[in-house]
């Protein structure tokens, strides 16, 4: 089953999409902000024979993971016709400009007088990170009028990616040569929503994201996990985060010391999954802190008290030299190379998107909008929804992150 594009043209830098507004900021110091809902509906309401699949694909993703509609859609009277509609959709090209969306499409300052080299929407805070350091400002705090603002400034160092829990609130930052730090969150906190930094690791990191409640970090040259430990807290029935220890990528993968930096390949991962290229391909494990059931012909291994079952080897081409950055979402591991972005599907299907994009993101902690790709190109920006991941077995997939509710997660493994 094909992906579903949007294109938007224009001139963007990078995109957010949150609580129903899309988000492009431009490198002059514009930000536009979009109404999703009400865009997505336009399209839909012009497309009354696809209208159902339009609204699947761009802003409720959510409705075909859920477990009670996941049951249905086994039912192929049901699954026919939906599935009819979305291969339509795909063949479909959608474009909509300012003038399409005028009605609900605004253009504003940025909240940041810098440009981000990355972006995180967390509780309607805003955050930008950058050679100036980590900042944060409420969403919504743009204004046509008025002098330009940095927010409040969390952190000093250049900050390579910044990335927000699921599970806890908390950030993750990544601060190149500084390391990887986490600042707690402070809902309730109107003046400085980030307190408690803690440096979880001294390695290089340029890049991070969480693994339930721990967290990875990587570049090039190496990833690492800075694991946590849920306990109970002493006469309650609460659990409680605390650290353990920093353990490198290449220990799951029985890489030892004594071999070449190079054999470590490139490492990534995020939630259950985690990925290592190889010259013989993309080694996958699964990621659980607690004794999973063991699934057929799988390669169990112990570290302390968690676990990494060996999945498999997705079979691909790719040498781990190739590689700008990479993603991963539940329809898939995401790799960017010099001329292109590969997605791996959950499928096992491969899409090439070619083209040196100027950003790309995808959004693995959004309800709404997990499916989507958004890649950035001189002059437009192509919203990339994945549909297929709706009728795939989440819980045998080498590529892409299970998604689902915590009781389908612990019955995944």
Same mark, same amino acid.
């Given at each position: 089953?094909?992906?579903?594009?949007?294109?938007?043209?224009?001139?963007?830098?990078?995109?957010?999409?949150?609580?129903?507004?899309?988000?492009?900021?431009?490198?002059?110091?514009?930000?536009? /902000?979009?109404?999703?809902?009400?865009?997505?509906?336009?399209?839909?309401?012009?497309?009354?024979?696809?209208?159902?699949?339009?609204?699947?694909?761009?802003?409720?993703?959510?409705?075909?993971?859920?477990?009670?509609?996941?049951?249905?859609?086994?039912?192929?009277?049901?699954?026919?016709?939906?599935?009819?509609?979305?291969?339509?959709?795909?063949?479909?090209?959608?474009?909509?400009?300012?003038?399409?969306?005028?009605?609900?499409?605004?253009?504003?300052?940025?909240?940041?007088?810098?440009?981000?080299?990355?972006?995180?929407?967390?509780?309607?805070?805003?955050?930008?990170?950058?050679?100036?350091?980590?900042?944060?400002?409420?969403?919504?705090?743009?204004?046509?009028?008025?002098?330009?603002?940095?927010?409040?400034?969390?952190?000093?160092?250049?900050?390579?990616?910044?990335?927000?829990?699921?599970?806890?609130?908390?950030?993750?930052?990544?601060?190149?040569?500084?390391?990887?730090?986490?600042?707690?969150?402070?809902? /309730?906190?109107?003046?400085?929503?980030?307190?408690?930094?803690?440096?979880?690791?001294?390695?290089?990191?340029?890049?991070?994201?969480?693994?339930?409640?721990?967290?990875?970090?990587?570049?090039?040259?190496?990833?690492?996990?800075?694991?946590?430990?849920?306990?109970?807290?002493?006469?309650?029935?609460?659990?409680?985060?605390?650290?353990?220890?920093?353990?490198?990528?290449?220990?799951?993968?029985?890489?030892?010391?004594?071999?070449?930096?190079?054999?470590?390949?490139?490492?990534?991962?995020?939630?259950?999954?985690?990925?290592?290229?190889?010259?013989?391909?993309?080694?996958?494990?699964?990621?659980?802190?607690?004794?999973? /059931?063991?699934?057929?012909?799988?390669?169990?291994?112990?570290?302390?008290?968690?676990?990494?079952?060996?999945?498999?080897?997705?079979?691909?081409?790719?040498?781990?030299?190739?590689?700008?950055?990479?993603?991963?979402?539940?329809?898939?591991?995401?790799?960017?190379?010099?001329?292109?972005?590969?997605?791996?599907?959950?499928?096992?299907?491969?899409?090439?998107?070619?083209?040196?994009?100027?950003?790309?993101?995808?959004?693995?902690?959004?309800?709404?909008?997990?499916?989507?790709?958004?890649?950035?190109?001189?002059?437009?920006?192509?919203?990339?929804?994945?549909?297929?991941?709706?009728?795939?077995?989440? /819980?045998?997939?080498?590529?892409?992150?299970?998604?689902?509710?915590?009781?389908?997660?612990?019955?995944?493994?």
């Amino acid at each position: 089953m094909r992906p579903v594009k949007l294109t938007i043209p224009g001139e963007f830098w990078d995109s957010q999409i949150y609580s129903g507004e899309l988000l492009l900021l431009e490198d002059n110091g514009a930000i536009n /902000k979009i109404d999703w809902r009400q865009a997505v509906n336009a399209i839909a309401d012009k497309s009354n024979d696809i209208q159902t699949a339009v609204r699947v694909a761009f802003s409720d993703s959510d409705l075909f993971y859920n477990p009670k509609v996941r049951k249905i859609l086994l039912d192929p009277q049901i699954a026919t016709p939906i599935k009819a509609q979305l291969s339509k959709l795909a063949s479909t090209a959608l474009s909509s400009n300012f003038r399409d969306w005028a009605g609900f499409w605004q253009k504003e300052r940025s909240p940041f007088n810098f440009l981000p080299i990355d972006t995180e929407i967390y509780y309607n805070q805003f955050f930008a990170c950058g050679d100036e350091g980590l900042y944060s400002t409420p969403r919504g705090s743009a204004s046509s009028k008025g002098p330009k603002s940095s927010g409040i400034k969390h952190h000093d160092a250049r900050i390579f990616q910044v990335k927000a829990s699921d599970r806890y609130t908390a950030i993750a930052a990544a601060a190149g040569d500084d390391g990887l730090f986490e600042f707690s969150f402070n809902r /309730k906190e109107t003046d400085d929503v980030l307190s408690s930094e803690t440096r979880l690791s001294k390695q290089p990191c340029n890049a991070c994201e969480w693994a339930f409640q721990s967290v990875m970090g990587w570049t090039a040259k190496g990833a690492f996990l800075a694991k946590f430990k849920e306990e109970k807290e002493k006469n309650t029935s609460k659990t409680v985060r605390t650290f353990d220890r920093v353990v490198s990528v290449g220990d799951y993968f029985n890489v030892t010391s004594s071999q070449a930096p190079s054999s470590d390949g490139f490492s990534w991962g995020a939630r259950e999954k985690i990925y290592r290229i190889t010259e013989n391909g993309i080694e996958v494990a699964d990621y659980q802190h607690s004794t999973p /059931k063991k699934s057929p012909n799988a390669q169990i291994k112990l570290i302390d008290d968690e676990t990494f079952d060996r999945r498999g080897t997705i079979n691909t081409k790719i040498g781990a030299n190739q590689v700008v950055a990479t993603g991963t979402a539940p329809f898939g591991a995401i790799i960017e190379l010099n001329d292109r972005i590969i997605v791996i599907r959950s499928d096992n299907e491969v899409d090439e998107f070619l083209g040196e994009p100027v950003h790309w993101r995808v959004f693995p902690r959004s309800e709404h909008y997990s499916n989507q790709l958004h890649i950035i190109y001189e002059d437009r920006l192509e919203v990339i929804s994945f549909v297929h991941d709706y009728f795939v077995n989440q /819980k045998s997939k080498l590529a892409g992150f299970a998604r689902g509710t915590t009781d389908e997660l612990t019955e995944a493994f």
